[in-house]
């Protein structure tokens, strides 16, 4: 089946530097793909849609320079933490579909990154 | 966006017990979805129902959609300690392509 692989699973970083995360889609173009956060113990919340060659799209209260969307290829989406605070500590999840698929029916999730900002 | 609700936020059982667990949402929806996460890893998608589907099921699992009282319904049949993880109803909406809304979550406990 499909899948999506998401690097890395954990970085641990110093407060003030920037960390990217991949997502990539292993068998399929994907056209667009998601980022959504999660801190402990509650559930995901949609951070932005990341759309292949264009800019992305960001939910209301996520900030766009502090979270860089790169969708560069119809397989790879980056996030990049930049100038990465504790708060911004947390589990990143991607997520994406193949082009045509149903809507929203035919999506594939990465298996997550877990950011821990000292 | 607008969250889901589910219900209840923690369920402890037996094995060999039924887990049911509810979910509402507040717009219409093109499908619903149901995943199993278990502590600090990735999501695991379940099962699928859409909005013109009333009851599906898969191997221990049953899913039911009422979308006049905007509510689903997951059932886990005879319970195992493996089943043991975070459970979440995901929504896709007709407008937006692929963007899932994810509710609040329970989270299941099951003991041997």
């Known amino acids: 089946g499909a899948v999506v692989s998401q690097h890395p699973s954990r970085v641990i970083c110093k407060s003030g530097t920037s960390v990217k995360i991949e997502c990539r889609s292993l068998?399929?173009?994907?056209?667009?793909m998601f980022w959504y956060r999660q801190f402990p113990k509650q559930s995901l919340m949609l951070m932005a849609t990341?759309?292949?060659?264009?800019?992305?799209?960001?939910e209301q209260g996520v900030e766009k320079d502090k979270f860089l969307i790169n969708h560069a290829s119809l397989t790879l989406s980056t996030l990049t933490v930049t100038s990465a605070h504790p708060e911004d500590s947390s589990f990143y999840i991607c997520?994406?579909?193949?082009?045509?698929?149903?809507?929203?029916?035919?999506?594939?999730f990465g298996s997550g990154t877990q950011l821990s900002v000292l | 966006s607008q969250q889901g609700e589910e219900d209840p936020q923690a369920l402890s059982i037996q094995e060999g017990e039924n887990a049911t667990m509810n979910c509402s949402y507040k717009?219409?929806?093109?499908?619903l979805q149901w995943y199993r996460q278990n502590s600090g890893r990735g999501l695991v998608h379940l099962i699928l129902i859409r909005s013109n589907e009333r009851e599906k099921h898969s191997g221990r699992l049953r899913v039911t959609l009422d979308t006049s009282k905007k509510s689903s319904s997951l059932l886990i049949t005879a319970s195992r300690a493996a089943d043991t993880a975070s459970y979440f109803c995901a929504t896709a909406y007709a407008t937006s392509y692929g963007k899932l809304t994810f509710g609040q979550g329970t989270i299941l406990t099951v003991h041997p």
């Open positions: 997520s994406a579909g193949p082009r045509g698929g149903v809507r929203g029916e035919k999506l594939f």
């Open positions: 990341s759309n292949e060659g264009s800019k992305a799209t960001y």
């Open positions: 068998d399929f173009q994907a056209t667009t």
């Open positions: 717009t219409s929806i093109n499908n």
